[in-house]
């Protein structure tokens, strides 16, 4: 990979063996392997018995989980804030494997829409509660620092299954706990505007 780092700075009209830029190569190429590093995690291994049998069914709720991906039309990142709930049917998820999962699939090449699905395929496949909702915030360089529709840099994604896709009271609640910024005037026309691989 540096080799290929190399070039793409030569092709930049940089000059790779400047000072500054000798260790560059390597640098990326371990930082790209720490933000795609999702593809070699498994699920399981995180999960890693967290599990637990519990009499519980009122819903559980881990906001704020803050995410980094990477667009793959522009390989940019795009960056904020992930809300997970879920209603158990017969088991729980340790809370701390959560932020876990969600870094599993943000450090892929992503778009905003299928980063938010697969967390909730996740958890519906493995703790198979009564209901799942994931909520996605996030700022889009490749909008903003490009200057494309700067306005439209910010993205709300969502995905729900069960209770939060049936009853629009859960669905309520659960918008309501996490006090989306998208709930907020103004702010909701920027929902559903990710990256759109444009350009
Ligand atoms: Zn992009």
Do not use: W
Request: proline share 4%; glycine share 6%.
């Amino acid at each position: 990979m540096q080799e290929i780092i190399r070039q793409l700075l030569a092709e930049l009209g940089e000059d790779p063996s400047r000072e500054g830029l000798l260790d560059t190569p390597k640098r990326v190429e371990k930082s790209l392997h720490f933000l795609t590093s999702g593809y070699a995690a498994d699920v399981d291994a995180v999960l890693n018995n967290a599990l637990f049998t519990v009499d519980y069914n009122e819903m559980v709720i881990v906001k704020d989980i803050d995410f980094y991906s990477l667009c793959e039309h522009h390989l940019l990142p795009f960056f904020g804030k992930c809300h997970v709930a879920y209603i158990p049917s017969t088991r729980v998820i340790g809370l701390s494997k959560i932020p876990r999962l969600v870094d599993v699939f943000a450090r892929r090449l992503q778009v905003q829409e299928r980063l938010t699905n697969q967390i909730a395929d996740m958890v519906r496949d493995k703790v198979a509660p009564l209901g799942v909702a994931v909520v996605m915030e996030a700022t889009h360089l490749c909008m903003s620092m490009r200057g494309v529709e700067k306005q439209n840099s910010f993205a709300v994604t969502s995905a729900m299954h069960g209770a939060f896709r049936d009853s629009a009271r859960t669905r309520m609640e659960f918008l309501e706990l996490i006090k989306l910024r998208s709930a907020v005037p103004g702010v909701r026309e920027a929902a559903a505007y990710a990256c759109v691989g444009d350009e």
